[in-house]
């Protein structure tokens, strides 16, 4: 069954602090995975489009990271600001249709001043 | 600003009844693509037109309708609503139609069934 799995459900940190958030999936054939943020009652933002020959990708304090072998990707944020929280989900496409669009349930991050 | 709209912002109806959710896509970007968010099933797609056409779906009950129009705005019809059809309904769109396209999401319509 295509799943995907996000870790810790919630994570609150403070200002200024690193953290990294954490994505497992099930999803075969795998065409890409993406990294969202999503503030409250807001539409999503793309952060991260990864395939599977790409390990990295940053986009400013933002870096995800991809192992296709293990089939794990990573949000790593630097020096959190208050503006970074929000939820961040991981969103996994499991070939080159759409119609195989699988949603992580998210990761709540809250930045505490 | 994403560039992506959609009206209304917030709709109350009764079960049994139809709605109809509108999404005006980026200027330049033929791919639409609609999501439900509900609080207890998450972030789902529903379905993608790509050019007036349809392209992919997903988790569209038969309930549910959608169509691109011409001008390529596209809307979501949902008919005898149930009161689990309450939710966030996104749309968002891109420049083609493939899954390596960076999708940009509207703000959302929140649909409330009494």
């Known amino acids: 069954k295509n799943q995907v799995e996000q870790s810790p459900q919630s994570l609150i940190i403070l200002e200024g602090k690193n953290c990294t958030l954490q994505?497992?999936?099930?999803?075969?054939?795998?065409?890409?995975l993406r990294w969202y943020k999503q503030d409250t009652g807001r539409g999503p933002v793309s952060l991260t489009i990864?395939?599977?020959?790409?390990n990295t990708k940053s986009n400013g304090r933002y870096t995800a990271t991809l192992d296709a072998d293990t089939k794990q990707s990573s949000l790593h944020i630097t020096a959190s600001q208050l503006s970074d929280s929000a939820s961040y989900i991981c969103v996994v496409s499991a070939d080159s249709s759409a119609s195989k669009i699988i949603f992580g349930s998210g990761t709540r991050l809250s930045i505490r001043p | 600003d994403s560039g992506v709209t959609q009206t209304p912002k917030h709709l109350i109806t009764a079960t049994g009844q139809r709605v109809t959710l509108r999404c005006s896509p980026r200027s330049g970007d033929l791919s639409v693509y609609w999501y439900q968010q509900s609080l207890d099933q998450g972030l789902q797609f529903l379905i993608q037109?790509?050019?007036?056409?349809?392209?992919a779906k997903g988790n569209i009950l038969e309930r549910f309708s959608a169509q691109q129009f011409p001008d390529l705005h596209s809307e979501l019809n949902l008919s005898s609503l149930e009161l689990g059809d309450s939710a966030l309904y996104f749309c968002a769109s891109s420049v083609g139609p493939g899954v390596k396209e960076t999708q940009y999401f509207g703000p959302g319509t929140r649909l409330l069934v009494l």
């Open positions: 994505c497992n999936y099930t999803v075969s054939p795998f065409s890409n």
């Open positions: 990864m395939t599977f020959s790409e």
């Open positions: 037109y790509y050019n007036g056409e349809e392209r």
